[in-house]
């Protein structure tokens, strides 16, 4: 018996949006990345981007736990002696919510070409309204604890 892979033309992407108001935003990341990474597919090879294109509504909504609020720093280098930013969980918060609950996915897809792939999947918005409609997003769930 051999062993048979998908090709591009086999795999049908689906859409999904995730309302993000009320969800933790590591249960909220998890899922979105397995989805991304294609794990939820039954087509699902580990060297093949498999995954489904997946919109965040209510990025700003989204809660942290503990204190992530007020420990958790972002840390950039600019190239420059001395370069080394910082910006804490808060301020990048209020600025750019998109951007944290996006962070937080990308961190856990692989860091290659392949998870390069996966993350242009990904499309966060700040508030209720998005510009994918054409493309018939199911609505997904996710267990809010």
């Not at 998908?6 to 249960?27: M, N, Y």
């Not at 909220?28 to 939820?40: F, H, P, Q, T």
């Not at 600025?95 to 993350?119: D, H, S, T």
Request: proline share 5%.
């Amino acid at each position: 018996m051999d062993t048979r892979f998908p090709s591009g033309q086999e795999i049908a992407r689906k859409w999904f949006v995730v309302d993000g108001s009320g969800l933790t935003l590591g249960r909220l990341a998890s899922r979105v990345a397995s989805i991304l990474a294609g794990k939820e597919n039954p087509m699902y090879t580990p060297f093949i981007d498999t995954g489904d294109h997946v919109i965040i509504i209510n990025a700003e909504k989204v809660k942290v736990t503990g204190m992530k609020a007020d420990q958790k720093m972002y840390r950039h280098y600019t190239g420059f002696p001395g370069g080394l930013r910082e910006e804490g969980f808060r301020k990048r918060f209020d600025r750019a919510p998109e951007r944290v609950v996006q962070a937080a996915i990308l961190g856990m897809l692989p860091k290659n070409k392949l998870g390069k792939a996966m993350g242009k999947k990904l499309k966060v918005y700040k508030g209720d309204q998005h510009e994918h409609q054409a493309q018939k997003p199911e609505v997904l769930a996710v267990a809010a604890r």
